[in-house]
T-cell receptor
Framework: ETGVTQTPRHLVMGMTNKKSLKCEQH?????MYWYKQSAKKPLELMFV???????ENNSVPSRFSPECPNSSHLFLHLHTLQPEDSALYLC??????????????FGAGSRLTVL | GQNIDQPTEMTATEGAIVQINCTYQ??????LFWYQQHAGEAPTFLSY??LDGLEEKGRFSSFLSRSKGYSYLLLKELQMKDSASYLC??????????WGAGTKLIIKP
């Protein structure tokens, strides 16, 4: 496989459930990201990992918990979510962070619906 | 605050030319990106501008004026497959990406 792969593509969960989103990149990149995409809104950066260390946490509620076990894998653990958390969650990777022409490669996203 | 403005939606005709504008107000500037996102798919990189002027890549061109805080994406010889959302993003002085809300481009036959 190549690029950035996200699973599951679609997820429906109740507010009391616990689920996880998975992201895998086969590009040899050092940085990985979680973004939230809601209709007609700009992409919201949630978390950034560089070489498996978290370098950014943009005031995301604790009901979202990231995990980066190695530079190829990134998880987003979800628990006690709210209906307003329903959105498309995009994973991305890049060669590095803190540089100019730092192109992001995105996965196709996980469409989350919270009932 | 930091802000990126782009039109919400545009409509154009197959074979024609369309220009999608993006204006920005950010804390510093380290480059501007355009991404394309088809419905239900991943955003994909189109262009990166850091110096003023026009960069051409086949049917797509991207222009930047740093003094005006302005960029545009020019699409020529439009094809139905160009129907997508186009995302503008600016890299600020801290190398944080500031995103616009995207422009949905509808191509009609």
């Amino acid at each position: 496989e190549t690029g950035v792969t996200q699973t599951p593509r679609h997820l429906v969960m109740g507010m009391t459930n616990k689920k996880s989103l998975k992201c895998e990149q086969h590009l040899g990149h050092n940085a990985m990201y979680w973004y939230k995409q809601s209709a007609k809104k700009p992409l919201e950066l949630m978390f950034v990992y560089s070489l498996e260390e978290r370098v950014e946490n943009n005031s995301v509620p604790s009901r979202f918990s990231p995990e980066c076990p190695n530079s190829s894998h990134l998880f987003l653990h979800l628990h006690t979510l709210q209906p307003e958390d329903s959105a498309l969650y995009l994973c991305a990777s890049s060669q590095d962070i803190g540089k100019g022409a730092n192109v992001l490669t995105f996965g196709a996203g996980s469409r989350l619906t919270v009932l | 605050g930091q802000n990126i403005d782009q039109p919400t939606e545009m409509t154009a005709t197959e074979g024609a030319i369309v220009q999608i504008n993006c204006t920005y107000q950010t804390s510093g500037f380290n480059g501007l990106f355009w991404y394309q996102q088809h419905a239900g798919e991943a955003p994909t990189f189109l262009s990166y501008n850091v110096l003023d002027g026009l960069e051409e890549k086949g049917r797509f061109s991207s222009f930047l004026s740093r003094s005006k805080g302005y960029s545009y994406l020019l699409l020529k010889e439009l094809q139905m497959k160009d129907s997508a959302s186009y995302l503008c993003a600016v890299l600020d002085s801290n190398y944080q990406l500031i995103w616009g809300a995207g422009t949905k481009l509808i191509i009609k036959p």
